[in-house]
């Protein structure tokens, strides 16, 4: 259950939707009309008085087949209750009136060097945001109705307050993932992580094997990586994920690393496509196309079932799955944000620099949401038109922008990893807003 003092659920109320995040599911789902003012109506009525009212706007029939279907998904409670809390949110012209979900960088610093890190980790930055200035954050998201967070790096437990910023997001309700590579983990922060522990506890590794990973990550990472594992295993029961970016160098290791995944006691197996950002657009041998990344995806779903390991990924062999915005591209900009470790806002921290909006040292995560000028621009993209007359538009919306501009398509042009081009199969994307789960990280 969700921790005592925090409802299960959190209704998110815009202009033109509803928004149910359940905080068990870890998932938002979207809402009738009449879903969300029986839900608004419930906390501020009570139970009988909201049936009544809807029935009043929407008549008997649709009343009643609105609560039954609220109390058959767990929603209403049998005496029509619903442990949530309600956030409004005022009119907005854009996307989603605020995001779903928020990367937060925490430093540069990094005891890495890994060939393919997104952020050109190593040293730190000066001027890093203060404890204060990312509790403040917090606190600003928590208020919107963003329910999700990553906390990422460089490397997140090179921050000392991480503990303390975890449980703040937690006292919060707030679901939050970190993202690490575990070579730091000791037993006292495992035991400070379990005062509030966080949602998700994810570690990279990128091979099966030292001589496979440490080509990547840099000698010594695997034993280290899977010694913090072992030590995570024996003194955090809430356990761990492992990240693995699929690159040109480890895309045959993927079934191997379901053996691994699953011999080390991993909740999680996440299998990431490589990005062009940051060191990686230094390293090309370490890019794999779309083709070679739906094989190792195989490969691994393969053996994951002999297993019963579980095993995620965004881009699992058929369209990205994306949120349901109104535009073209991504959902950076369109569900989800990223800020630097400097407090710069940007729609994703893979984006090249030119897409940072604002500070947060100088304007409200909110104000550069709606407001900032590349998030506007990124939601006023017209297709292109290959994605135009595309069958599959509806699907992917147009893909990644940041694999479009690196191959120099230009802002709204077609993303490389295109599955129409490729001719194969991709799985409808099911529009049936009422149960459409939006499943956002990791």
């Not at 442990?83 to 540069?108: C, K, M, N, Q, V």
């Not at 690490?180 to 992580?193: C, D, H, I, K, Y």
Request: aromatic share 6%.
């Amino acid at each position: 259950m969700a921790r005592v003092g925090h409802t299960r659920y959190v209704l998110r109320v815009e202009p033109r939707l509803g928004l149910l995040y359940d905080r068990l599911a870890h998932t938002y789902s979207r809402l009738t009309a009449h879903e969300t003012f029986l839900l608004g109506a419930t906390l501020r009525l009570g139970a009988a008085n909201a049936e009544a009212a809807l029935m009043g706007t929407a008549g008997v029939i649709e009343a009643e087949r609105t609560t039954a279907l609220l109390r058959h998904r767990g929603v209403l409670d049998g005496s029509g209750s619903f442990d949530g809390r309600a956030i409004e949110l005022s009119s907005f012209g854009g996307s989603y009136a605020a995001p779903l979900a928020a990367h937060i960088g925490l430093t540069t610093a990094c005891n890495f060097a890994c060939r393919h890190c997104y952020s050109s980790s190593g040293a730190r930055s000066p001027g890093e945001l203060t404890r204060a200035e990312i509790e403040r954050i917090l606190d600003e998201l928590a208020a919107m109705g963003c329910q999700q967070l990553v906390f990422g790096g460089g490397e997140p437990f090179l921050r000392k307050d991480l503990a303390p910023l975890i449980a703040r997001a937690g006292a919060l309700g707030l679901d939050s993932y970190v993202h690490t590579n575990a070579s730091l983990v000791e037993r006292p922060m495992l035991e400070a992580l379990l005062g509030w522990p966080p949602t998700g506890l994810t570690i990279s590794l990128d091979g099966a094997t030292a001589e496979v990973n440490d080509r990547v990550r840099g000698a010594g990472t695997f034993d280290a990586t899977v010694a913090a594992m072992r030590l995570i295993k024996e003194s955090y029961p809430p356990g761990f994920a492992i990240s693995m970016t699929v690159t040109g160098v480890n895309h045959q290791e993927t079934a191997a690393m379901v053996e691994l995944a699953h011999r080390e006691g991993a909740t999680l197996l996440l299998l990431r496509p490589p990005f062009p950002a940051g060191k990686l657009k230094e390293s090309r041998d370490l890019m794999c196309d779309l083709e070679t990344f739906w094989a190792a995806v195989g490969a691994a779903t393969t053996r994951a079932a002999e297993l019963g390991q579980p095993v995620n990924c965004p881009e699992d062999g058929g369209a990205v799955l994306p949120t349901d915005f109104d535009g073209f591209g991504c959902i950076a900009g369109q569900s989800v944000l990223g800020i630097t470790p400097t407090g710069a806002i940007t729609p994703c921290l893979n984006l090249p620099d030119r897409f940072m909006a604002g500070n947060i040292r100088t304007s409200s995560v909110l104000e550069v949401w709606q407001r900032g000028a590349s998030f506007k621009s990124l939601r006023e993209l017209e297709p292109n038109e290959e994605c135009r007359t595309c069958e599959y538009y509806a699907v992917c919306k147009g893909g990644c922008r940041i694999r479009a501009i690196d191959a120099g398509h230009g802002d709204n042009g077609p993303d490389t990893w295109c599955y129409m081009k490729l001719g194969r199969d991709v799985r409808p994307f099911a529009r049936d807003a009422r149960r459409e789960r939006l499943r956002l990280l990791m």
